[in-house]
């Protein structure tokens, strides 16, 4: 307890200077379109606002999708390399772990995250000064019991911050699309309560709570999972909000854009979006997601 107010206290300077930047950048904000801005205004109030790729006409959007449909290719190969296509594959003694490619580096999708319309948005947003910090192809699979971002939980990067998820195929319900509880629908005190919750359960080395665990604070009713065609945008905040990719009862591939401040509250958090983390040269060893926000 003592330990906590320490902690707490020992944070407010940062906080503090964060606030003053806050309110420095504001008069230097690029101003957006109404359409953009509708998007900045829903994720400030729920947390969430889902789009697509044709919605948004971004010009480097059709090199986007040549450039995943090749590494979901490669993907697959390297998944049958190692073996995991047994029937025990995502059961609960051998759970499907995501498969996790950074690619960054390759241009098709670092154009893509760096398009000064995507920038705009996700700087009015976070209100301060962004960087791109990568971009995670990913793979997840069914599971008997939820692992690693099936479970519910809020990511750690930054204050403020966006992920841009774009689904490479169809994403019904059964093939666990994300998920999340709008903002609108927690109070603080209830937020608290929940949070503790996940404390709790990563101190057990899981990254958070399982369905029944959440239902216990939050109504089914309320949690509203983003299924869509291939195509589908989601622009999000998951430090805001409580999320997951809903268990699923087949597979999903996504891309995850993710910016944050210029200066992250968490670097260490950011360097598996750039770093050899979930490598594509290194498949056998680092490219399943265990751990992964
Ligand atoms: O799989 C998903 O839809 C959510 C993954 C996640 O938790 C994240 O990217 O922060
Ligand atoms: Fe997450």
């Keep these: 307890m ?19 930047n806050l309110i420095r950048h504001a008069s230097k904000l690029p101003v957006l379109c109404a359409q953009d801005q509708s998007i900045v205004d829903a994720v400030r109030r729920e947390g969430v606002f889902v789009t697509s790729l044709e919605d948004l006409g971004l010009t480097k959007t059709p090199t986007l999708i040549e450039a995943a449909k090749n590494e979901l290719i490669k993907m697959e190969v390297v998944r049958c390399a190692r073996g995991d296509r047994t029937s025990k594959f995502g059961s609960v003694e051998n759970p499907a772990y995501p498969q996790i490619f950074t690619v960054t580096d390759l241009p098709e999708f670092y154009s893509w995250g760096s398009q000064q319309c995507l920038l705009n948005i996700v700087e009015n947003y976070i209100g301060l000064p962004i960087a ?29 911050m966006i992920k841009v998820i774009i689904y490479q195929d169809d994403v019904s319900e059964d093939n666990g699309p994300f998920e999340y509880i709008p903002k609108s629908k927690v109070s603080l005190p209830l937020a608290l309560r929940i949070r503790s919750k996940i404390a709790s359960r990563m101190a057990m080395g899981k990254v958070g709570i399982n369905d029944a665990e959440m239902e216990e604070f939050v109504p089914r009713s309320f949690w509203k999972p983003c299924p869509g065609p291939a195509g589908t945008v989601v622009f999000a905040d998951p430090k805001a909000i409580f999320h997951h990719g809903k268990p699923r009862k087949q597979k999903r591939s996504a891309l995850f854009f993710v910016y944050t401040a210029k200066n992250p509250l968490r670097p260490d958090c950011c360097k598996q979006y750039s770093d050899q983390t979930f490598s594509r040269l290194l498949p056998t060893q680092q490219n399943s997601g265990v751990g992964a926000g």
Excluded: C, K, M
């Excluded at 192809?137 to 930054?158: G, I, K, S, Y």
């Design 2 to 20: 003592l330990n906590q107010f320490s902690q707490y206290i020992s944070r407010i300077p940062s906080e503090l200077f964060y606030r003053i």
């Design 132 to 160: 791109f910090q990568g971009v995670h192809l990913r793979r997840d699979f069914a599971n008997e019991e939820p692992v690693t971002t099936e479970l519910w939980h809020l990511d750690a990067e930054d204050r403020r």
